[in-house]
Each structure stands twice: as structure tokens, then as C-alpha cells.
């Protein structure tokens, strides 16, 4: 999607007035024609938040607080030892310890948390809340923030599951054919992973509130930090605009800023679809050679999900088939990501751009 001079013109003037004015919209690959206005209150998530925006939702209708609320939501996946991409049972590094990253911001109050690489400690969006609320930082890292999140009594134990030990185990065994490690046929389904949950909420009043927390990717070297924890990349909100959040290939989204650039193009007037799409756009350009097919297009996919402060929201992705969860005053369900490129148009190559 391309917007011309006038389209821009209009989007501009638009700004002025604020959210509440629609302009004419230029079509997008995979949107129905725009939505019509939501009640309030909204929560949107990646799909692994399904059972978490049901919970945010009857939270927020109960009145409590945003951030409060969908930091309920992704505390179910985070306790969760079935999803192997958040919390306890979240995929391994290279060394087969599980380092948990995560951020939120409470627009109401513009304050803002984060933690990385944090050890053996299931929730790290309480952990992301408590540096926010109880220090004038925004982001402890490393055994420092375990320390921290010890003595705010925050309990520790071993995040790494039996089933995520056995696949790091053969990610492992497969990783060079002439060591001393033997392969087996079933090692071959243990690949690269991502997996993440973002979580945005908008309640009646129109306050607005972010989070992201994950495992990052598979198998990661041991230090890495991806998007998730970085305010304006994992996840970004400000109470007078909306929120954005982003899941996939955080190296990906950490370059463009993803989540603050959605929110400043929704600032701009743009609906929260073409401030996805043009956040994806930029994705894209500005993604290096060597993870682009030969027509330009990207070996990796990414998410980003964003709720205006007005109650509209997206989800988009780089290629068709992606989703999204969302609860609203007609119930929770699962919708269609707006995309760049079609399903048939994804390139065979390295997924994610890695073997
Ligand atoms: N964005 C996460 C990261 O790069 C991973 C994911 O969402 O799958 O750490």
C-alpha cells in the first residue's frame, strides 16, 4: 500500500481534528472496508492472547485498571508450561536457559517499565510493572533485575520444562553433523522459533495501555535482547493516540521502531490499519540483503497489532494468514491481519531467514 500526495494531505488535515474524524481510506490488501466504530472498551493481543483479551476485558468492564488488566491476560500464557514462546516453558538459548524479556506502558500515567534476560522468573511483565511502579528507572537487565524482582518477593524457579529441555536437547544434536551428537529422524522438527505475546487496551474512558513479554527467539546466543523489551519496538501506547504492539522477528521491528511508528502514524490520522501497513512497509526497506528473495520480499514474517484510543484496531503481518485476538462488546474471536504480500508470493527460503 502507497499513499499518494493527496491521500497524505487529507490524513494531515485530519490531525488537527484528532481520531475522531475518518477520512476516506486507500484500499488494503485483506481489510474490509473500514470498520465501524467499536464500543467501548477493546482489547486486541497476538492470537496466543485469546484466553488473556477475554480476562483484560471483563477486568476493564469491572473497571479496573488497563495495565492491570492485560498484564492479567499475558500472565495466563506466561504460567502457561504449554506455550513454548512466553514465561515458564518458554524455548531455551543456545545454552539451554530460558532468558525472559518484556516491557509495558500505562498511558493514563505516561510511565513506562522493562526488563532483559531475566532468569528463572515465570512473570517478567510483573517484574517490566514493578520496575515501573516501585523505581525511577525504566529497565534492569541480567541477574540484576532477578535480584530486584527477589527482593520485591517475586518467586524463582527452573523455567525450563521437560519438553522445552528435550527440543533444545535436539536442537542441539543436529547442529553439526560431524560432533558427537547423534542425530535422529524426529530432530528435524525442532527448528528456530519465535513466539510472543503483545497485549493493547483501550476501557470506556479512553485510557490506553501496552504490553509484550517472551522467551525471544529459539535458541538465541545467550545475551540477546529482541524487540519485546525495547519501549517503542515490543510494544508502545500514549493515551492521547492508541497503542501498538509487535510480535515475529524482533531484530526485524527493533530498526524501525515499530510500535512507536504505528502509534505517531495513528497521531498523523492514519486508522490503525495503514499505520500497520505502512509500519510493515518500512519493515520491509529497511530489512538487509541477505533476508530478502531476489523480488525484495522478506524470508521472515512479523505481527504488529494496534488499537486507536477511539476503540479501532488491526493486526497486519508481511504475508497473508496471519491473526489476531480481540474482545470487544461482541465477545472474543480470532480476525484476519491485514498483509503485504500473498500467501503465494512468500518466497521458499531459509524460515526467518535462518535454517
Ligand atoms: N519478538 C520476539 C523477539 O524477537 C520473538 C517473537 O515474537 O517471536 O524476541
Known amino acids: 500500500m502507497s499513499i499518494n500526495r493527496r491521500e497524505f494531505l487529507a490524513t494531515g488535515a485530519t490531525a488537527a481534528a484528532g481520531l475522531a474524524v475518518t477520512p476516506e481510506w486507500p484500499a488494503i490488501a485483506g481489510a474490509s472496508t473500514p470498520a465501524p466504530r467499536v464500543a467501548l472498551p477493546v482489547v486486541i493481543a497476538s492470537t496466543n492472547g485469546m484466553r488473556g ?75 517490566a510493572k514493578a520496575i515501573m511502579d516501585y523505581t525511577d528507572h525504566i529497565m534492569l537487565v541480567g541477574d540484576d533485575a ?29 547442529l553439526n553433523a560431524s560432533d558427537n551428537w547423534l542425530d535422529h529422524d524426529d530432530d528435524v522438527k525442532i527448528k528456530f522459533h519465535t513466539g ?18 517472551t522467551s525471544g527467539m529459539s535458541w538465541k546466543i545467550p545475551g540477546r535482547v529482541g524487540d519485546s523489551p525495547i519501549i517503542g519496538a515490543g510494544q508502545y501506547c500514549d493515551n492521547t493516540v492508541g497503542a501498538a504492539g509487535s510480535t515475529g522477528r524482533g531484530e526485524a521491528n527493533i530498526k524501525v521502531c515499530g510500535a512507536f511508528l504505528a502509534v505517531e ?67 472474543a474471536r480470532v480476525q484476519k491481519a491485514v498483509y503485504l504480500y500473498k500467501a503465494n508470493e512468500r518466497p521458499r527460503g531459509p524460515v526467518n531467514g535462518r535454517r
Open 53 to 127: 483479551v477475554k480476562v483484560a476485558y471483563d477486568m476493564l468492564m469491572r473497571g479496573e485498571d488497563t495495565l492491570d488488566a492485560i498484564i492479567a491476560g499475558v500472565n495466563i500464557q506466561e504460567l502457561d508450561p504449554a506455550d513454548q514462546s512466553v514465561g515458564l516453558g518458554g524455548l531455551p538459548n543456545a545454552d539451554g536457559v530460558v532468558q525472559l524479556d518484556a516491557s509495558c506502558m500505562h498511558g493514563p500515567t505516561r510511565r513506562a517499565g522493562s526488563v532483559a534476560c531475566l532468569e528463572d522468573i515465570a512473570t517478567p511483565s510483573l517484574v
Open 146 to 174: 532477578k535480584r530486584f524482582a527477589v527482593d520485591m518477593g517475586f518467586r524463582t524457579q527452573n523455567l525450563l520444562t521437560e519438553k522445552s529441555r528435550q527440543d533444545w536437547l535436539r536442537w542441539k544434536a543436529r
Open 196 to 213: 510472543t505475546i503483545n497485549m493493547n487496551a483501550v476501557n470506556a474512558a479512553g485510557d490506553v495501555s501496552s504490553v509484550t513479554t
Open 265 to 331: 502514524q495513528m497521531r498523523q490520522g492514519k486508522t490503525p490499519e495503514q499505520a500497520l501497513m505502512y509500519t510493515m512497509e518500512r519493515v520491509v526497506a529497511m530489512t538487509e540483503k541477505r533476508l530478502l528473495d531476489d523480488r525484495g520480499r522478506p524470508f521472515f514474517d512479523l505481527s504488529f497489532y494496534a488499537v486507536a484510543k477511539d476503540g479501532r484496531f488491526a493486526g497486519s503481518c508481511a504475508y497473508e494468514g496471519g491473526d489476531f485476538a480481540v474482545c470487544d462488546a461482541s465477545g
